[in-house]
Structure formats: structure tokens, C-alpha cells
């Protein structure tokens, strides 16, 4: 009788653990879970994310589901199921701004970069960075998409067709005004407008901006990095391939750089390698699609009669942008075209 009950408590024992394996492991695939096992934020922290705010909402809906608008304005950038060919190519996630959080470039991204000008002298890119940013914030002032929020951004090209088209005051009607490179307002605000909020720059093109604009670097190489330092410090750097400012007066507190593989993403999904690499003008355009809700395009293309000066010079050579090889003017143009039919971006066709 001793004997029996033993080998019912045995069997009586090995039933009960049996059970409790099997509910355990019916829990984790996918039952009820069990919060102690992982830490806050373990799902979230699996997807690398360059940009943690931005939500990559046309991933995450279902096709059946309604879609809900990511912004106030009409039509909204980050609109999923307006086009697919857009959001089949768009990622909310990649940070157009080089920081501190993404330093660390993919090998891929690297290379391709540092060989847009070469360089005889090599650089600690590592090094480089982390001087920089202890000049610099080294941070991406831009939020997450925000439902509530209406972001008007005008980007402003440098074509001749703005000469004549009266876009000043629509131009200065916008929260964000980008403009590129040289891009003169005095004495031009009633055809481009008199203010601006981000100013797009390499360094052989650099020059002060007042107090209240973002200087935005557009990086070529390692030495652009290490002008950009010196021209806000020490003022060691006087030349690149061509003569740059010693001394740089912006506000050291809005300086950004672009992020080479923002230029690089751009290179592969949009221009599809057309042209060594995008324009600046493309540059700015996609930090805009990335950073607003609404994008006005002003000052791109050419004039209505094909020429390519820009607005405040009169250029004899005005097809010599469409030869030099370096960009595709007409392949950018019709990336432009194409944005304007999905409804991300508006055109403003100008003169």
C-alpha cells in the first residue's frame, strides 16, 4: 500500500510539471505574457530606428485599415496610401541630420562617401566627428510626426524663373524657408521672398548668416568637417580644393550636417544613381520631405525658355548644367514631376 502511494505522488508530480511546462511555453509563443521577462521597451529597442521620434506609419497599418492623417495640413508628406510608388521608396526612419546618435556610418555608406572627393589626406572620421560635436550641439532638432501639427515648408531653388514670378510674400508665408548655396534675397524679395530659416552650404560656397538661421552643411568629404571646426574655432583652415572662409559667423547653437547616408539613401531610392550623385537642390528637397508636413516647391528647373541661369545673373552658358555629368537634370526633373503627381510635393513653375 506504502509502495503504491509513492508512485501515485510520483506520477501525480510529473503530471502536475508536465502541465506547468506546457502552459509556460504556450505563454511565451504568443499567449499570455509575462512582463517581468522583458524590459521596457524590448519591443521598440529590436528595430533600429536612426530618427527614435519618427514612426514609420505606412509599415505599421494594415491595408484595410482607415488611414489617419499624420499631420493638420490638407495633404500631409507622411500620408500613407496616397501612392505607392512613394512609400515604397520613402523611409520615415533615416535621419537627414548627422548627431551624435548616428556617427557610426555603414561601411557601405562610408566608402561611397569619402570617394565623392577623394582626399590625399586621411582622416580619424571618429575623431573628427567628436571634436566637432563639442562645438556644435551634434543633435536633430526636428519632433515626430505630430497629428495636431501643420509644418509649411518652402524650398527655394536658385533658377531664373523666379525673376518676374512676384513668389515673395507666398514664399515668406512659410514656418521653414530653405534656400541653397549663394541664394541673395536683398534686392530680389519681391520675386524670392526676404526670409530664411535653413541655409544649405558646402564649405567652398559657405558665408555668415544672421542670427536666427540654421546653417546646414552639405559634407563632400572629411575635410569639410574639419573646415566646418575650424571655421567656427581656431580658423586654421583656408583652403579645400579652393579658397573657403577662414571664420564662419552663424549661430553655432543651429548648425546642422547633413547626413551622408541621407545622400546616400536619396542617391539609391530616388535618383537611382542617375548623375555621379544628386544635386544640392534634390538634397534640400528630401530634407524637407522628411522634415514638413507640407512642401512648396520655388526656383527649380528652367525658365520658360529653357535656360538654366540662376535668378540673379544672366548665364550665357545656361545648358551647361544639363552636360557636366556630375548631376541629371532631366531625371531629377522628372523625380519633381513625379512627387507633384503623388501629391507630396507642390510646384511653383515661376517665368
Known sequence: VRCSRRIWVLLGSLVLIFLTSLFLSVSLRGGVGFNYLEPPGWEESRRVKL??????????????????KTCACPRCVGDPGVSDWFDENYDPDISPVWTRDNMQLPSDVYYWWVMLQPQFKPHSIQQVLLRLFQVIPGRSPYSSWDPGRCLRCAVVGNSGNLRGARYGATIDDHNYIMRINLAPTVGYEEDAGSHTTHHFMYPESAKNLAANVSFVLVPFKTLDLVWITSALSTGQIRFTYAPVKQFLRVDKDKVQIFNPAFFKYIHDRWTRHHGRYPSTGMLVLFFALHVCDEVNVFGFGADSRGNWHHYWEQNRYSGEFRKTGVHDADYEAQIIERLAKAGKITVFPGK
Not at 519618427?54 to 491595408?63: E, I, K, N, T
Open 51 to 68: 530618427v527614435p521620434s519618427y514612426m514609420g506609419v505606412h509599415r505599421l497599418s494594415s491595408p484595410d485599415a482607415p488611414q489617419q
